[in-house]
């Protein structure tokens, strides 16, 4: 039996696998050429997967130490078509406050803007019409704890916490779960983690998240959807 997921638990770098496959095949390719100037050209690639392989760990956590920068995830105020914008600039996972709105798609949100200026957002999403969803959420919790940690990949929010697959996208009324960018992959993505019907089930899931990963954990509620397909 495996046993219990551990985000913590080294592994085996996979990366490694792949880089030395790279190797044999550039050799091989090196060793049948004939032509020297293909030679040389053969070598430079063959030299810098070397290097990428000397660079690499063994081994591998999922979960780990320090938070990522988060300026890639997110919308800025000049990206919207609404004058004046009412957008603050505070990031819904800055502190734990709550009651205030913001954009949410394509792996990035809004900064906040307070639930009264919702009519400028219904039609104002310039920025991300070329994607699918784009989700109007209120901020109603947040986890308690700081962003000290962060993953490398988005299914360890999936295999912690007994977390299952969700069907996509939700019907009826909708409560998100999103990840903290701070703690995801060079923070340049927000990570809807989880939706449920009940808000009190996405609570329970953020606060298992949070203390299971020392991540932040935004809960929001839906407050319109838009479908831009």
Same mark, same amino acid.
């Given at each position: 039996m495996g046993g219990k997921y551990d985000p913590r638990k080294p592994r085996r770098n996979p990366e490694i696998g792949e880089l030395l496959r790279q190797v044999k095949r550039l050799h091989r390719q090196l060793q049948a050429e004939t032509d020297h100037a293909a030679r040389k050209g053969i070598a430079r690639m063959l030299v810098e997967v070397l290097e990428m392989l000397a660079a690499e760990p063994e081994f591998l956590t999922d979960l780990r130490s320090g938070a990522q920068g988060d300026a890639g995830a997110f919308f800025f105020r000049d990206s919207y078509t609404v004058d004046?914008?009412?957008l603050s600039d505070q990031s819904p996972f800055a502190d734990t406050k709550t009651g205030q709105c913001f954009i949410?798609?394509?792996g990035k949100v809004s900064p906040l803007f307070d639930i009264k200026d919702l009519p400028h957002f219904q039609?104002?999403?310039t920025p991300v019409r070329a994607v699918y969803w784009v989700w109007i959420l209120e901020k109603v919790y947040a986890t308690a704890n700081e962003t000290t940690m962060h993953v490398a990949d988005?299914?360890?929010f999936k295999n912690a916490s007994g977390g299952k697959e969700q069907s996509f996208p939700p019907n009826g009324p909708t409560w %998100?779960?999103?990840a903290d960018p701070r703690g995801f992959r060079n923070g340049k993505c927000v990570e809807l983690v989880a939706h449920y019907r009940r808000e009190a089930a996405a609570r329970k899931r953020a606060d298992k998240l949070a203390a299971? %990963?020392?991540i932040r954990f935004v809960v929001a509620r839906e407050l319109s959807r838009i479908d831009t397909h």
């Open positions: 004046p914008s009412p949410y798609a394509a039609d104002a999403y988005e299914s360890v %998100l779960v999103l299971e %990963l020392n």
